[in-house]
């Protein structure tokens, strides 16, 4: 890196805000999708819109490219360092800017951490809805990027939905300040296409955010099965009896043991072959006969035993189960990888089953826990990185398990997003000529493909458009 | 121009209006488009218009281009609760064909047996039932459209969760035929109400019944319908609530608790309310407030000479009829910029209002996507009152 830009970066964001040391740089050389990795040229920390501005403005002028980073908990590689690219992390920019409770909004800085922003507004009776898992740790800036789910988006909806504005720098470092909450876009919906566009078109410092009323009643209930099948039937029929419950998870035999020996043990029977995590919310008619109608179907498919949360801590224990689940893994092997695919909700059992054989006739441990409400299951493999014919497995395995999907009307993913992860699977999905629409817009944005350059959208559909982007990292020049 | 040299049927008028068969027919209209230079407006039902309608006018508009044909609807899963349907579809069978399986659609929009979905889907148009629902941009799952070069492009797909690449629907999802045709949508479902029940409370100012809403909006209740409707000088509060039946009863005893006994109570929902945005023509303007600036806002309406006035506190969008407008906007409107959504608006008005509408907010980048998705600007409708 040229020394006069650092010394003009420096000047942006403070000696604090920089980072060059080879050995600081190496926590930002993957996100949680740890297979692909490489060290970023450079990492910058700025604690504003401003800073950031001047930063982006900096590096379009040295034609430098930039890679978004939030916590780096995402798990497709979207935070993923490019060749000669710099990482900017929203690490310092966690201020939570106002909280209108009348309005039912908050405005934070995009480094907010997505589990703080309920917390803060739990006194006026409000919380954040979308829940990923990863709520500790993850930030609102990545979960907008990557248009994030969680349990209790089954009721309330992915990330879009609750996004009601947000100040974007653009590539070349000008301000767009799309924060105004109207109930309607003015002109096109920006906010709606930015979410979800994986750190590619701009980068969100500032968003205004949709904070929702703490529902009266909430009923949580475990409902327990020795059989994933019959667990993944009754989800199909909640759904076909239009039932609203505010979550539906399932958890598989191996998620189940590995919760219980780890420290987010919630009290899962260790010997059922599924458990389903089942929330109701609302006022107290609502909730009891949504469970009224419920019950039934558990029994038609032969629920063993169904046990209600007794009061918050027994219900925080339940989820943190849930929510623990990926890291709880870490004692079957020493990695995972987490698929995130989408099938439509009246083949669940299908897809589960069908994983499960590929994974088993690789000589592969996978573990199933699942947004089952959604159709969003999440198959997990567990290997060990450092065996490379084994990775080559696992790798084989989530894109057998993706085709699958694909040919059963399903898609590559229902909340962790493309990155490069599932980058050469979208040419599966989408025709070319999809795919240049959606190149073309890209191009409309960030037509010099400087942030995230090489990722999401597969090389042929870029190449369409007669732009050189530059190359995705490729397994052979990562790690 | 010989119909049958071009390929589509072209039925006189001015512009003249082209209603293709089907999607090949479509890309033969927008081929016919290029080759003679023509500025096309895709149009559904052709009810929206109002907004591209200075271009009808002075010709700038040349071909009308209808998707009434493409009218089958292509998949309804009631067991994933998904709908795909084409573009010419009215709302109104849609709405029944998912009723067969226990679903209802939103938006519920006015005279849904004249709305096409595609339509409906081009001006981004959200029902009074966004109350319960939320706008209708939030569930749509995904989109066939055709481009201005005649390429046919998908995004999103018919699932329910799904961040499959760019969500371009949402980018189409009210581009009022400025980006592309509509061909083809699939839509999230909800369930049918099993049971329904409206009420209505009547005074003659405004700010009882806002405080009747405050308390409302602050309760458990999670009404289909809650909008104040001001029509001869009366306040109507409504409230619609839809849901399970014991769940519609609970609410509906709430609801009394809070706010006082109804001046009218129907089974059902209302016979005219969700039709009434679109009764009574004259130029119609919208508007957004935070709830403790409705009733300033109002205020501003009213002293355009609003006659009627409809507000949806809780989604804070106000919506003002006025019958006889002056020829030239008057000065609050223009003050007003851009905090009121036009959308009938007198010609002039639009004349008036152009030189502003390069305030709008991030400008730029709308442009330089229509410029992406349609390089040689085929599409004439237009997004902004004037043209910028
Ligand atoms: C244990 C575990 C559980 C998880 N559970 C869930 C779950 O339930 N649901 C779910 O959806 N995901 C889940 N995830 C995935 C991940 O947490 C989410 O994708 C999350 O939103 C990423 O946030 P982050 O702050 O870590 O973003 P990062 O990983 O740092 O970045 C993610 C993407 O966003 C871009 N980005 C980040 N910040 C910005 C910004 N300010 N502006 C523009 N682009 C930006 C990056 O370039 C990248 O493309 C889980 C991950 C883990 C490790």
Known sequence: ?479 | MNPRELGFPLQAGRPPIARPEDERGIRSVLEHARREHLRVAPIGGGRHLSVCRPDVERGEVDLLLSTAALDRVVEYVPGDGTLTAQAGCSMQALAETVAEGGHALTPRVPNPERASLGGTLGAGRSGLDRVRYGPLRHHVLGMRVMLADGNVARSGGRLVKNVTGFDLHRLYTGSRGTLCVILEASLRLFPLPEAERHLVWKETRLEPQLERAAALADSALEPRVEALLREEGIWELHLGLAGLGVSVAFERDLAVQLAGSPTQELEGEHPELFDIEESGGGTQIESCAPPGELAARTSELDALGAERILILPRAGRLCAWIQEPSPLPPPQIVDLWPRFIPRALPFAWHEALAPRATEVPALAPMLSLQKALDPEGRFASNIFPGRP
Not at chain 1, 327 to 355: K, N, S, W
């Open chain 1, 1 to 479: 890196m040229h020394e006069s830009l650092l010394r003009d970066l420096r000047a942006v964001v403070g000696e604090a805000g920089v980072i060059t040391q080879p050995s600081a740089r190496a926590a930002y050389d993957c996100d949680g999708l740890t297979l692909k990795r490489r060290l970023p040229e450079l990492v910058l920390l700025p604690r504003d819109t401003d800073q950031t501005a001047r930063c982006m403005r900096l590096l379009y002028r040295a034609g430098i490219p930039l890679v978004p980073r939030g916590a780096g908990t995402g798990l497709s590689g979207g935070a993923t360092p490019v060749e000669g690219g710099v990482v900017l992390g929203t690490a310092r920019m966690r201020r939570v800017l106002e909280i209108d409770s009348e309005r039912r909004l908050a405005r934070v800085q995009s480094g907010v951490v997505n589990a703080d922003l309920s917390r803060i507004t739990a006194a006026q009776g409000l919380y954040y809805a979308p829940d990923p898992s990863s709520q500790a740790a993850c930030t609102l800036g990545g979960n907008v990027a990557e248009n994030s789910g969680g349990p209790h988006c089954f009721r309330h909806g992915n990330t879009t939905r609750h996004v009601l504005g947000m100040v974007v720098v653009t590539p070349e470092g000008e301000l767009l300040d799309l924060s105004d909450p109207r109930p309607d876009p003015w002109g096109y919906d920006l906010c709606g296409l930015f979410v979800g566009s994986e750190g590619m078109f701009g980068v969100a410092t500032e968003l205004t955010l949709k904070l929702t009323p703490l529902p009266p009643v909430t009923e949580t209930l475990l409902a327990i099965f020795q059989s994933l099948d019959e667990c993944c039937e009754v989800v199909t029929d909640i759904i076909a009896a239009r039932l609203e419950p505010s979550a539906i998870e399932i958890l598989d035999k191996l998620t189940i043991q590995a919760v219980e020996a780890s420290v987010f043990a919630a009290g899962y029977p260790q010997d059922a072959e599924a458990v389903l995590l089942l929330e109701v919310e609302g006022h107290e008619a609502q909730v009891s006969e949504t469970i009224a109608r419920v019950e039934p179907i558990l029994e038609r498919h032969r629920c063993i035993e169904l046990r209600r949360a007794r009061d918050a801590a027994e219900r925080a224990r339940l989820w943190a189960g849930r929510k623990g689940a990926f890291g709880a893994m870490g004692r079957i092997a020493p990695d995972l990888y987490v698929a995130d695919v989408v099938a439509p909700r009246t083949r669940l059992r299908e897809i589960v089953r069908i994983a499960t054989d590929i994974a088993t006739e690789r000589g592969l441990a996978i573990s199933n826990v699942f947004h089952a409400g959604d159709g969003n299951l999440h198959p997990n493999i567990s290997y060990d990185r450092r065996d490379a014919e084994q990775v080559a497995r696992v790798l084989e395995a989530g894109d057998l398990i993706m085709q699958a999907c694909i040919e059963r009307g399903g898609s590559l993913t229902g909340e962790h997003g493309v990155g490069i992860e599932k980058q050469k699977m979208m040419a599966r999905l989408f025709s070319e000529e999809d795919l240049a629409a959606m190149a073309r817009v890209r191009a409309a944005l960030d037509p010099k493909e400087r942030l995230n350059p090489g990722k999401m959208i597969p090389l042929r559909a870029c190449m369409e458009l007669r732009t050189r982007p530059i190359p995705a990292p490729s397994p052979g020049d990562l790690e």
